[in-house]
């Protein structure tokens, strides 16, 4: 059957005025007036992108007037992924491109937190305030180029130390405060920081943490530290109590300073370190440049996001989560930047809804377990609250099922733009996401961004559409890392990426390319499920697993045993008072069978208390796989990383009982 007769009916279409008021389109007509170029649709206009990067990300710089205090040579080397030279020669500035922005019209941060009622911060406060910690910062000792980290929740005191650091031409990293000391030091060890800036404590959920003895540890640990900075977050007087050698974040912003300047530094300057989740061993410190994320976050925010000066832009998310740093780049293209702190299920799920509609927000963006949570809670929050300013909702951390999708068109809104979106930390972006001038289909991510010329590897190594594939970068994006943190040789990078293709970009994840160009991520490649030679994301089990009543949360594994033999055990937990019985099991294995296929029902049902995540909210499939098959837990994860790390103490019991090592 041809794709056009097998089209399906799309969920959401943008009208002409839509489409027209869109930034994406005002760029298409920019590169008509100005080079020349016209593009029927969008797909014409991505395949421009990618075979013409020089020319692409060259328009990017015009269109965006990106501000150089001096020129480049050249748009990018010739050298091979990944030691490809970006703009060699420009010297810029993130956070002076954030500055020119600033306004009177509106606020720069709007911020709510399980404290603190919806607040604003006016853009001239926020421009005195990194003023006054970029001036402190510089009497301290911090030169361009060293390091400057952060243990805080998602607050305005994160964004405003962030731009000062930038301002200054120093690197920023940051993580959480409910990281675990060891995780936390794991992290900031390998960069030999400076400075730490850290919270007393912290509220989640409606109840206090206290991290003081945290800090502590983390100072005593990080022996490169010379200050720390305490932001009194639960009590006042703790943090003068237990560092009397601190300096007050308070105190610090009473620095007398002069109007904000801003370092011009080289395109490839690193802008701050992320890192990967470490959940098999050492984080990866990844390390992006100014001029990289600059270039790629005006992209994204403008042609995919399509945010507007003036909207207001919020992402759940934390300090530790690169949607942290994603958020802040929508000060770039003139929107407000919305801040909340605290648990997205206190005092119950409603309360991002409630949220969104108290701030106004243009722009809401989740994760794909929100809002498959808030569809097996039965909410109907577009019934219940004024969500009418909302333009768009996205996506990401995981693949949203497309019972997702109904649930957001049939209980937000039926006008609504699902911009459902997949990257990651290491770009610091997404490949593959929203397009404001294309139709939303259920299930499936609307397109691959501009400038990322990514293909589905079938098992030959050849690109392929409508089948199942790895996930890969053929050229190189100005956002990939300049390189990991002390990793000479760039051996963990190339081992990270380019181990399978040579010079070309593995991702790691299942990705399939349809007919009409939209896209289908089926969950991380090195989790997959391999039964009887056919190859299975694990998102189309938790995808069925979820019409399933009675059944809160899943995680599914393969092992491949001796002789040829496979075991494919799913493991569930359960809502109160509900019992895993032969009804429960059959009901379970019939919809994987009617969904999906025969190989898709699992060997094995087996009830458990809770499934073992990450931090960050990812479900540890390959590591629970590990100690399936005889690797130690220490081995097979860090659980400095995890959310539950007792969790995987089951799986070690379990292993033990079957005999499997």
């Known amino acids: 059957m041809s794709a056009a007769t097998s089209q399906p009916t799309p969920l959401w279409q943008p009208s002409e005025q839509f489409k027209n008021e869109t930034q994406l389109n005002k760029y298409r007509h920019w590169l008509q007036e100005n080079h ?86 006016s853009w001239e406060t926020l421009e005195k305030k990194v003023a006054a910690f970029k001036t402190w910062l510089r009497q301290a000792g911090v030169k ?19 731009l000062a650091v930038n301002a200054l031409g120093a690197i920023w990293s940051s993580c959480s405060p409910d990281f675990g000391v060891n995780s936390v030091v794991d992290r900031f060890a390998q960069i030999s920081p400076k400075v730490l800036i850290a919270v007393d404590g912290y509220q989640y959920g409606g109840k206090s943490f206290d991290k003081s003895e945290a800090v502590q540890s983390l100072f005593d640990d990080l022996p490169s530290l010379e200050k720390l900075v305490m932001i ?98 929508s000060l770039l293209v003139g929107a407000s930047i919305v801040l909340y702190d605290g648990s997205p299920g206190f005092p119950d799920l409603e309360v991002l809804w409630e949220f969104a509609s108290e701030a106004g927000i243009d722009h809401f963006g989740t994760s794909a377990p929100y809002i498959v949570a808030c569809m097996k809670a039965g909410q109907q929050p577009g019934k219940k609250y004024n969500l009418k300013k909302l333009r768009s909702i996205g996506s990401t951390g995981a693949p949203l099922p497309p019972e997702g999708f109904d649930w957001i068109y049939e209980n937000i809104s039926e006008d609504i733009w699902l911009c459902s979106m997949s990257g990651g930390t290491d770009v610091c972006t997404a490949f593959v996401g929203g397009c404001p001038l294309e139709p939303v289909y259920r299930g499936e991510i609307q397109c691959r961004a501009l400038g990322c010329s990514m293909y589905s590897y079938d098992e030959m190594g050849e690109p392929a559409l409508e089948t199942v594939g790895e996930m890969v970068i053929t050229k190189p994006m100005p956002s990939m890392p300049i390189y990991f943190w002390n990793d000479p040789g760039k051996a963990r ?77 799913l493991f569930v937990v359960l809502n109160d008072g509900i019992d895993l019985d032969d009804e429960l099991k059959q009901t379970i294995k019939k919809t994987l069978r009617q969904e999906y296929t025969p190989r898709h029902v699992p060997d094995e049902v087996i009830e458990i ?49 079957l005999g499997l090592g």
């Open 36 to 121: 020349q170029l016209s593009f029927a649709d969008y797909q014409s206009l991505w395949e421009w992108s990618v075979e013409n990067t020089a020319a692409f990300w060259e328009s990017v710089w015009e269109y965006f007037q990106i501000i150089s205090h001096s020129p480049y040579t050249t748009m990018h080397t010739d050298d091979p992924m990944p030691e490809t030279k970006w703009f060699p020669g420009s010297t810029l500035n993130y956070a002076e491109h954030i500055f020119r922005e600033k306004t009177s019209e509106h606020p720069a941060i709007i911020f709510r937190s399980e404290r603190q009622p919806l607040m604003e911060i």
């Open 144 to 162: 361009e180029g060293d390091r400057v980290v952060a243990f805080l929740p998602n607050i305005p005191e994160a964004t405003i130390a962030f």
């Open 232 to 329: 009194p977050y639960l009590n006042e007087n703790l943090a003068v109590e237990k560092f009397p050698d601190c300096v007050l974040w308070e105190t610090a912003l009473e620095t007398p300073s002069e109007p904000l300047t801003f370092a011009a530094v080289p395109f490839d300057h690193p802008i701050w370190v992320l890192y990967s989740s470490g959940t098999t061993g050492i984080p990866k410190a990844i390390t992006h440049s100014h001029g990289g994320v600059l270039l790629e976050h005006y992209k994204y925010l403008a042609f995919h996001n399509d945010v507007h000066p003036g909207e207001r832009f919020f992402w759940f998310s934390t300090t530790g989560w690169m949607m942290w740093n994603f958020v802040q780049a």
């Open 493 to 569: 990078y190339l081992a990270s990426y380019f181990e399978m293709y040579a010079g070309i970009w593995r991702h790691g994840d299942w990705l399939k390319i349809t007919g009409r160009n939209s896209l289908i991520i089926y969950g991380r490649s090195d989790a997959t499920l391999n039964r009887q030679g056919i190859r299975i994301g694990t998102a189309e089990i938790y995808r069925a697993i979820d019409k399933v009543p009675g059944i809160a949360d899943s995680l599914i594994v393969n092992l491949e045993l001796e002789g040829g033999e496979h075991y494919m055990p």
């Open 609 to 657: 208390q809770e499934i073992p995540y990450t931090i960050s909210g990812k479900k540890l499939e390959a590591p629970v796989k590990k100690i399936l098959m005889g690797i130690p837990i220490e081995k097979a994860a860090n659980p400095d990383s995890m959310k539950n790390p007792d969790s995987l103490q089951y799986f070690l019991e379990f292993r033990q009982r």
